[in-house]
């Protein structure tokens, strides 16, 4: 049974910094591609950043420069630093994953970031 569980969420200040995790089980994170996601309230969910089998990344230009994605092979754990919040920047994060064998998407429960201004 595959689980991701996403925590770090919370409230910060504008110009503050959160660091959000995800932690798999039942899947490993090295072999396959790790999203983030968000969606704010009456928005569509988009793509926020990537990590790659190879460990290269991508990011959505909102947050490029200022998110930094990455993973924990050991921990089977994918990360997400972001810096230089923006109350644009509030909605639920959420971890997800694809099976490179079932094609399946796995996500995981979300975690809420507010940003104050």
């Known amino acids: 049974q595959v689980q991701l569980v996403e925590s770090g969420g919370g409230l910060v200040q504008a110009g503050g910094s959160l660091r959000l995790s995800c932690a798999a089980s039942g899947i490993i994170f090295s072999i396959n591609t790790v999203n983030w996601y968000r969606q704010a309230p009456g928005k569509q969910r988009e793509l926020v950043a990537s990590?790659?089998?190879?460990?290269?990344?991508d990011y959505a230009d909102s947050v490029k420069g200022r998110f930094t994605i990455s993973r924990d092979n050991a921990k089977n754990t994918v990360y997400l630093q972001m810096n230089s919040l923006k109350p644009e920047d509030t909605a639920i994060y959420y971890c997800n994953t694809r099976s490179r064998g079932s094609g399946q998407d796995y996500w995981g429960q979300g975690t809420q970031v507010t940003v104050s201004s």
């Open positions: 990590i790659f089998v190879g460990r290269s990344t």
